[in-house]
C-alpha cells in the first residue's frame, strides 16, 4: 500500500496515485502536525503532492528517488511560498 501510518507518521513509498490522494489528504488535516516519510517513494502524483504543500509536514525521510530529492523536498522544507506584489506597470515594460 503505498500510504501508511505508523506510530504518528504517514508513509508514502513506490508510486502514489491519484486514489492514494485523498486518504493522504484527510490524514494530513486531522493531524496537528503532520510528518511524512518519502524515502521508498518512487512517483508522487500532483494531487498527492498539492495535499503535502497544504498540509505542509515535517519530513522526517528524505526521497532517494532523484527527481523527488531534487524538486519536490526543497518545497516541502523550504520556507512558505508567501504571495509577491504585482508588478506596477513600469516595472512591466
Do not use: N
Not at 513506490?14 to 516519510?37: F, H, I, N
Not at 495535499?51 to 520556507?79: K, M, N, Q, Y
Amino acid at each position: 500500500m503505498p500510504v501508511t501510518v505508523t506510530r504518528g507518521v504517514v508513509t508514502l513509498a513506490g508510486v502514489v496515485r491519484v486514489d492514494d490522494a485523498e486518504p493522504l489528504t484527510r490524514y494530513l488535516s486531522q493531524t496537528p502536525r503532520p510528518k511524512v516519510r518519502l524515502t521508498e517513494c518512487s512517483h508522487l502524483h500532483t494531487a498527492a503532492l498539492q495535499a503535502l504543500l497544504v498540509a505542509r509536514p515535517t519530513v522526517v525521510g528524505a526521497p532517494t528517488d532523484p527527481f523527488l530529492a531534487r524538486w519536490i523536498t526543497p518545497l516541502l522544507t523550504g520556507p512558505a511560498s508567501r504571495p509577491t506584489s504585482r508588478p506596477t506597470d513600469e516595472e512591466q515594460s
